[in-house]
């Protein structure tokens, strides 16, 4: 029993590990693309068409999925003010945003998933791409936050940097 959680465990690390890549390289080609535009339009007084939308695509999808990796790591506002409740309080309000985060998560993949599909007709002007490929991050988005979520209320901890926490109330003593 032990061994199929262990490659359950390692499965899921490795998906999880594989999104936090995708969204690494959403960031570095936004960027790039960027610095390109910049440059060919201030030095050269042009830019290619589509580097707009595909800009605004992957900032589309690095925010989204964005927002499930915040929940995965527990990033949501938090106040202080509660950390002097009992702890068992303190567990239940926990338990509380991760069901809220669930419903959120159920949110987006119903309703995203009718958003994406209304797009699906429509098409992005520069790259001729169906507009639903901006739009169906949002249902992906909801997949992952229901797992995410999910894991957490059975108790799982998910976070895979606890540091920036740490480093945080470091700084605020």
Same mark, same amino acid.
Request: a neutral charge; one cysteine or more; charged letters at 10%.
């Given at each position: 029993m032990a061994e199929k959680k262990d490659v359950a465990q390692g499965c899921f690390l490795r998906i999880d590990k594989l999104i936090d890549g995708f969204c690494i390289i959403l960031l570095v080609t936004m960027i790039l693309i960027v610095v390109l535009a910049v440059i060919t339009r201030k030095g050269f007084? !042009?830019?290619f068409? !589509?580097?707009e939308e595909i800009t605004l695509l992957c900032l589309t999808w690095f925010t989204f999925m964005g927002i499930a990796v915040g929940f995965r790591e527990r990033l949501h506002l938090s106040m202080d003010l509660f950390d002097r409740l009992p702890k068992k309080i303190i567990r239940l309000s926990d338990r509380l945003i991760d069901l809220v985060t669930f419903f959120f998560g159920l949110y987006l993949v119903i309703f995203? !998933?009718?958003?994406a599909m209304s797009m699906r007709g429509s098409i992005l002007s520069a790259t001729q791409m169906p507009n639903l490929v901006q739009y169906?991050?949002?249902p992906i988005t909801g997949v992952m936050t229901?797992?995410?979520s999910a894991l957490q209320l059975l108790g799982c901890?998910?976070?895979r940097y606890n540091i920036i926490e740490e480093e945080i109330k470091r700084d605020a003593e």
């Open positions: 007084g !042009w830019m068409a !589509w580097s995203g !998933w009718n958003f169906i991050v949002m229901c797992v995410y901890d998910l976070r």
